[in-house]
């Protein structure tokens, strides 16, 4: 195509992106994806929530001739998709399975007499052999397929019926298809290409950062409580939404805010359909409401203004976190992204993979996707740099996620690592059968005399109080990072901490292994100070220089005394 033939298109779509949706102008590379699928090419757009993919169809499908037919896995959303477009005066109309055939049927008639500028379609409406049909007898301009992540079995959010979007392309080889999606690894990113037919598509794909999202994860401790403080002291009559795992905990959260005088509603698969819709109506429309929600809420939703999305419970993948976390902050304004996360997590996550269904390559995955997870909530280096390396990009420290703003020490916790898994290799030795948990073994390492721990002969087992120079917290929290390297597991059927290979090498003390130290609370770290410069007491966290600097070569000047000297029995 020529300069000259792009002109009039690009102030067609100018003029419509005035006249129709009222904007001055384009948005990042909106107006390149626009062009080249009202030219009539295939398009792969990855583009990061609010980013403003709709456009990018909306505008070729009212510019080019014929109707835009647009698949969407949202159908609880197409009524307030398509009445937002009538009222900026767009003719948009949707077929699913929410409607009579009389409603359908008008629908179908508009489409054939060309009385429709978008036609919003449920997936599986292309199962059925009569919408088939219905597409041949009309014209379409365009194929947009939204969310489109979901034909990626590799992803978080796959829909069978996204499956059948293959034949688009073989059934109307000429109608241009533009694929939009807000998850875009490089895996997930590839099997959309190769699911969908877009080998010769034209891939668009934006910067991933959402600059205005502070990202934050905290150390889970009493999560309402800790959530409650973060409202109070941050988010004060602000609009947001809660993540919880279960419909209990959403339930039990949501009545937890409202006893606590926050404006806050449930959502999630379990409820009513009409609680659901008249839940999330007060959420879109009420100013300062909370969503407290299974992660069935939220795709799709277009709130601008929502201040803070928080996380209760971890994650199952850094897609997911990365798409719910970018429901905050859509109008630009500065916003927080705050996960809390502990063991627990770890735990119960690994159990659910173990026990799901689906072959062993199944659970693989999700055993990656949990990884990736993990290794996001306890790096020590920027989120956002973590975050975007996730997505295949490259970033500078943003300055302004928790792990700028406190840098965690980085501490060489080999010796703590043997501790926890020598007494885990003992209590396997000394008592065949029995299961200890990670309070357990905490509790031995710390010489504390609970019921289960005092049936032991101590000293055969040797390990009991050998870990006094470190807190609870801060054993639970070398538990959970040693979980999260896959140093040591856990038995599904009984939470029972179990060895690994891993665990061999560095009991066999050929792998160091660094940690992360939680930042302290203010009273603790007071505490540490002052025993840092008296010398008594634990050795003071290493402070870590500039980033750039190698983590080893500082560290070797602290690490001290050997394993022996500093109460790890012999393996
Ligand atoms: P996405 O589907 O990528 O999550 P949307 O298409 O829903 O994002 O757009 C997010 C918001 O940004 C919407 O409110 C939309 O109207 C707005 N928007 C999109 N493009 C522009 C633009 N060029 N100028 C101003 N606002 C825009
Ligand atoms: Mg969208
Ligand atoms: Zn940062």
Request: charged residues 25%.
């Amino acid at each position: 195509m020529t300069a000259l033939d792009d002109g009039p298109q690009i102030s067609e779509a100018l003029q419509v992106l005035h006249r129709v949706f009222g904007y001055d102008s384009f948005r990042g590379s909106q107006q390149e994806i626009i062009e080249h699928v009202i030219g009539g090419g295939d398009a792969l757009v990855l583009m990061p929530t609010g980013g403003g993919k709709s456009l990018c169809y909306q505008i070729p499908a009212l510019v080019r001739k014929g109707v835009g037919v647009v698949i969407s896995p949202l159908i609880a959303l197409m009524q307030d998709q398509v009445d937002a477009l009538t009222a900026l005066g767009v003719r948009a109309g949707f077929l699913n399975s929410t409607q009579n055939p009389d409603e359908r049927r008008m629908v179908e008639a508009e489409f054939l007499a060309g009385e429709l500028d978008l036609l919003y379609l449920a997936p599986e409406r292309l199962r059925v052999d009569a919408t088939l049909r219905l597409l041949d007898r009309g014209i379409v301009s365009l194929f947009a397929i939204d969310e489109a992540h979901c034909v990626a079995q590799w992803g978080h959010d796959f829909r069978p019926d996204y499956l059948t979007l293959s034949q688009l392309h073989e059934r109307w080889p000429d109608v241009p298809r533009v694929a939009l999606t807000a998850t875009a690894t490089e895996a997930t990113h590839a099997e959309i290409a190769s699911r969908l037919n877009l080998g010769q598509a034209r891939h668009f794909v934006a910067s991933f950062d959402r600059p205005n999202i502070q990202y934050r994860i905290a150390h889970k401790d009493k999560p309402q409580k800790q959530l409650l403080d973060l409202l109070r002291a941050e988010h004060a009559g602000d609009a947001g939404i809660v993540y919880c795992l279960s419909r209990a905990s959403v339930e039990k959260t949501a009545a937890f805010l409202v006893d606590n005088g926050v404006d806050a509603l449930p959502y999630h698969a379990g409820l009513d359909s009409r609680v659901r819709a008249a839940n999330q109506a007060r959420f879109l429309r009420e100013d300062g409401m909370v969503m407290v929600a299974t992660i069935a809420f939220g795709m799709g939703i277009d709130k601008p203004d929502v201040r803070f999305v928080a996380h209760l419970d971890l994650p199952k993948s850094v897609e997911g976190y990365y798409q719910e976390t970018g429901r905050a902050g859509r109008d630009g304004l500065p916003s927080t992204a705050w996960l809390a996360y502990g063991l627990q997590d770890v735990v119960q996550q690994r159990k659910m993979i173990d026990g799901s269904e689906g072959d062993a390559a199944h659970r693989r995955r999700l055993g990656t996707h949990l990884d990736a997870m993990l290794a996001l909530c306890e790096t020590v280096e920027c989120r956002r740099v973590r975050l975007l390396a996730y997505f295949g990009q490259q970033s500078t420290a943003c300055g302004n996620c928790d792990t700028c703003l406190s840098p965690p020490a980085a501490w060489d916790g080999t010796i703590a690592a043997q501790k926890v898994l020598s007494t885990v290799w003992r209590l396997k030795n000394e008592r065949r059968g029995q299961k200890f948990g990670a309070g357990q073994i905490v509790d031995i390492l710390l010489g504390a005399k609970t019921a289960k721990v005092i049936q032991f002969d101590h000293d055969t087992l040797r390990v009991f109080g050998i870990g006094t120079e470190l807190s609870r917290t801060e054993w639970m929290s070398v538990v959970r990072q040693l979980l999260a390297m896959k140093l040591i597991a856990v038995e599904p059927s009984y939470n029972a901490l179990v060895l690994t290979e891993g665990s061999d090498e560095v009991l066999g003390r050929k792998r160091e292994v660094m940690l992360r130290r939680e930042p302290e609370r203010p009273a603790r770290a007071a505490k540490t100070a002052k025993a840092a410069k008296t010398g008594k007491g634990k050795a003071a966290p290493v402070e870590m220089p500039a980033a750039a600097a190698p983590i080893f070569e500082a560290l070797r000047a602290w690490r001290g005394a050997t394993a022996k000297e500093q109460g790890v029995p012999a393996y």
